[in-house]
């Protein structure tokens, strides 16, 4: 990929792989960035072509080729990159040489399971998740007892804040389709707890038009052409 210099660090550091450039941002923000061994927290910062740059000890250089991947994320896995307290990490279950240079487009947390897309595009991350994109994720929700249809439509309603969803479809007494486009930390097991219901377990189906199908847990798929275009047409089009 061709790169104008100077350029805000933030974004040569999702051209470098290190994730979207609000991800990117936070990273700087935390000091976990150097440029030519010094600190940088400053995200006005701008960077030349022969400064040197470091995330976390690890060389941050722009990568030619991008990657994008679906992974199945088995349940007890986390999807950040770097966590003191982990040792299950979602990006290792995609075996490529160029695994270090991947990062989570979005998030599913530790006890949850299903679709997560990986990549190294930082500007493909950024418009798959800035809200005004409006990407529609599907989850399957199975609680600890029977669903109230009356709790569902409430939620539909936005009648439960801060949360609404966009669509829902009840599959079983305690199994639901729940359709969102906004996507806040732990929304959906926040939603069910104020509700009254305990999530059991809590799959994701679906990211716009990518579908996690017949993909077996912990397993990945490089994603097709087709999608990519489908993620950024939404996005341009926000």
Same mark, same amino acid.
């Given at each position: 990929?061709?790169?104008?210099?100077?350029?805000?660090?933030?974004?040569?550091?999702?051209?470098?792989?290190?994730?979207?450039?609000?991800? +990117?941002?936070?990273?700087?923000?935390?000091?976990?960035?150097?440029?030519?061994?010094?600190?940088?927290?400053?995200?006005?910062?701008?960077?030349?072509?022969?400064?040197?740059?470091?995330?976390?000890?690890?060389?941050?250089?722009?990568?030619?080729?991008?990657?994008?991947?679906?992974?199945?994320?088995?349940?007890?896995?986390? +999807?950040?990159?770097?966590?003191?307290?982990?040792?299950?990490?979602?990006?290792?279950?995609?075996?490529?040489?160029?695994?270090?240079?991947?990062?989570?487009?979005?998030?599913?947390?530790?006890?949850?399971?299903?679709?997560?897309?990986?990549?190294?595009?930082?500007?493909?991350?950024?418009?798959?998740?800035?809200?005004?994109?409006?990407?529609?994720?599907?989850?399957?929700?199975?609680?600890?007892?029977?669903?109230?249809?009356?709790?569902?439509?409430?939620?539909?309603?936005?009648?439960?804040?801060?949360?609404?969803?966009?669509?829902?479809?009840?599959?079983?007494?305690?199994?639901?389709?729940?359709?969102?486009?906004?996507?806040?930390?732990?929304?959906?097991?926040?939603?069910?707890?104020?509700?009254?219901?305990?999530?059991?377990?809590?799959?994701?189906?679906?990211?716009?038009?990518?579908?996690?199908?017949?993909?077996?847990?912990?397993?990945?798929?490089?994603?097709?052409?087709?999608?990519?275009?489908?993620?950024?047409?939404?996005?341009?089009?926000?």
């Amino acid at each position: 990929m061709k790169i104008e210099y100077p350029i805000r660090l933030q974004s040569y550091l999702a051209k470098c792989g290190a994730g979207s450039r609000r991800s +990117c941002e936070t990273l700087i923000t935390e000091g976990r960035v150097t440029v030519n061994n010094k600190i940088v927290t400053e995200l006005g910062t701008k960077v030349n072509e022969n400064d040197i740059v470091y995330v976390d000890d690890v060389l941050a250089e722009p990568e030619e080729q991008s990657y994008y991947f679906v992974l199945n994320k088995p349940r007890g896995y986390v +999807c950040t990159n770097y966590d003191p307290n982990e040792t299950a990490y979602a990006r290792d279950l995609i075996d490529i040489p160029q695994r270090n240079l991947l990062f989570n487009v979005g998030r599913l947390d530790k006890d949850s399971q299903g679709l997560i897309i990986f990549t190294n595009d930082g500007d493909f991350a950024n418009l798959v998740m800035h809200p005004s994109s409006e990407t529609e994720k599907e989850y399957i929700v199975k609680v600890d007892q029977d669903i109230i249809k009356k709790d569902m439509d409430d939620a539909y309603r936005g009648l439960i804040q801060p949360y609404r969803i966009k669509s829902y479809k009840l599959l079983s007494k305690r199994e639901v389709s729940v359709v969102l486009t906004e996507g806040k930390n732990r929304e959906i097991r926040n939603l069910f707890d104020m509700m009254g219901y305990e999530v059991k377990k809590l799959t994701r189906i679906r990211i716009g038009d990518v579908l996690l199908g017949d993909l077996q847990s912990g397993k990945y798929r490089r994603m097709s052409r087709q999608e990519i275009q489908s993620l950024l047409n939404r996005g341009k089009k926000a």
